[in-house]
């Protein structure tokens, strides 16, 4: 079996955050080898994962929120394209509660992503087009503009109410399965709900036929688990979210859902990036961030241990190099959609990631002699070589999700991420305070 498309991306882009407080594993589990072979095998731990967390009871495809409140106040600012904003919240555990919110746009385009915050207990950041702050209320605002539902989602214990963090506390609950499906049971169960009000004809309900997923941080880490073990999931973007294990030491060890030995023996972080990616129209799209100063990044990297620099220790566990060339075309693209004033930054990125086309590219910005740069134009002259394929026929749009493999240098912005409204942020957080 052809290994499932996956990517990584590389940015370097800064991020800052305190140090996650968790129990460190006195040793973390090898991960390096990909267990996975064949679709059967796939489905096969895919069953395994699910009984790990859910027990007897299996996957909760039959539960539903305990509470809907339909057209409440939007918890996000200055959202445009917006019908109007639903809450739903689920009762998980004693004094455990999850949140979410559906952003239903005026005109649907028939796709829901779930966007899936971290460490963080709002998803109202700032909404002005600088690189300020998380960036959850300029996404949520792009996929309104493109038609897409929204379903904001919180972590336990890290939503507006409930700021506590704690979860190492959690895995002490007694419960069918793992108190791990704590992470991922409002996903779940707010899916079931759009689908279910997807199906009827009333109120107006959106008419979702396709299911993406995005998360930041510790959503990022959401992300990568909830599309592997879901494959309604079609397109997965998880942001500074993880690595497999044996590339992290120190500070990119994390909390304890992230290096938990009774799950990863089972599946490693390889096999569930396989996981997320496999099946037809299925992909997964890795963000990183190279100056991340909390998990992930350049300066958590341990090179004596992995023996290679930090860009080729990730390009190491890339699952698919036989699509690399054709689809930087697509994330290039992607990527200059939402961020159009950074088609520097992203040319640059192509020229590292593939070497061989630093001096094309080089040729087709000069030819612009100053003048603004735009990415596609760029990408069009270059072309004829055949590096990067034969261009798309159709439009893309930001969430049909590009496949590559390699480090890619996204929109870095300003070295400084400032939230806008001050204030201090929960242990295991980003609080992008200092550059």
Not at 38 to 45: D, G, M, N, T, V
Not at 129 to 157: K, N, S, W
Not at 252 to 275: H, K, M, N, T, W
Request: net charge neutral; charged share 20%.
């Amino acid at each position: 079996m052809k290994p499932a498309a996956s990517l990584i991306i590389c940015g370097s882009a800064a991020l800052a955050c305190l140090s996650p407080v968790s129990a460190l594993p006195a040793e973390l589990l090898n991960d390096s080898s990909i267990s996975l072979h064949s679709s059967r095998e796939i489905l096969q731990k895919r069953r395994e994962l699910v009984k790990y967390l859910w027990g007897a009871d299996g996957f909760p495809q039959n539960r539903f929120p305990d509470t809907v409140l339909t057209n409440v106040a939007s918890p996000v600012k200055y959202l445009q394209q917006l019908a109007r904003v639903d809450e739903l919240r689920i009762d998980m555990a004693p004094g455990l509660q999850g949140l979410a919110y559906h952003f239903i746009p005026q005109r649907p385009n028939s796709g829901l992503v779930v966007v899936h915050h971290g460490h963080a207990c709002t998803l109202d950041d700032d909404p002005s087009p600088q690189d300020v702050g998380y960036g959850l209320q300029r996404t949520i605002q792009a996929l309104l503009a493109e038609g897409y539902g929204v379903l904001g989602v919180f972590m336990p214990h890290m939503r507006p109410g409930d700021c506590t963090g704690g979860h190492e506390a959690m895995f002490q609950l007694k419960t069918q399965g793992s108190p791990m499906k704590y992470f991922l049971e409002p996903t779940a169960v707010c899916l079931n709900y759009v689908k279910s009000r997807s199906r009827s004809r009333s109120d107006r309900f959106p008419r979702y036929r396709d299911f993406h997923m995005t998360g930041l941080s510790g959503g990022g880490w959401t992300t990568t688990i909830y599309a592997a073990i879901d494959p309604a999931i079609r397109s997965s973007f998880p942001v500074a979210g993880t690595i497999p294990l044996y590339l992290r030491s120190g500070g990119s060890v994390g909390d304890r859902e992230q290096f938990e030995l009774s799950f990863y023996r089972l599946a490693g972080y390889p096999d569930l990036y396989i996981l997320g990616a496999h099946g037809r129209g299925r992909k997964q799209v890795q963000i990183l961030v190279r100056r991340d100063d909390c998990c992930f990044g350049e300066r958590q990297h341990d090179r004596k241990a992995s023996g290679l620099p930090y860009a080729d220790a990730l390009r190491e566990y890339h699952l698919d190099p036989d699509v690399v060339p054709a689809a930087y075309r697509e994330v290039a693209l992607a990527v200059a959609q939402v961020a159009p004033k950074a088609a520097k930054e992203i040319l640059a990125g192509l020229s590292e990631a593939l070497p061989a086309l630093k001096e094309p590219i080089a040729e087709a910005v000069a030819f612009y002699k100053g003048q603004p740069l735009a990415v596609a134009p760029v990408i069009d002259r270059i072309a004829p070589s055949g590096a990067l394929g034969a261009p798309p026929r159709v439009a893309l749009t930001p969430m049909r999700g590009p496949t590559i493999g390699g480090p890619y240098v996204p929109y870095s912005g300003t070295a400084t991420n400032v939230p806008p409204n001050g204030g201090t942020v929960p242990l295991g957080g980003r609080d992008y305070a200092e550059p």
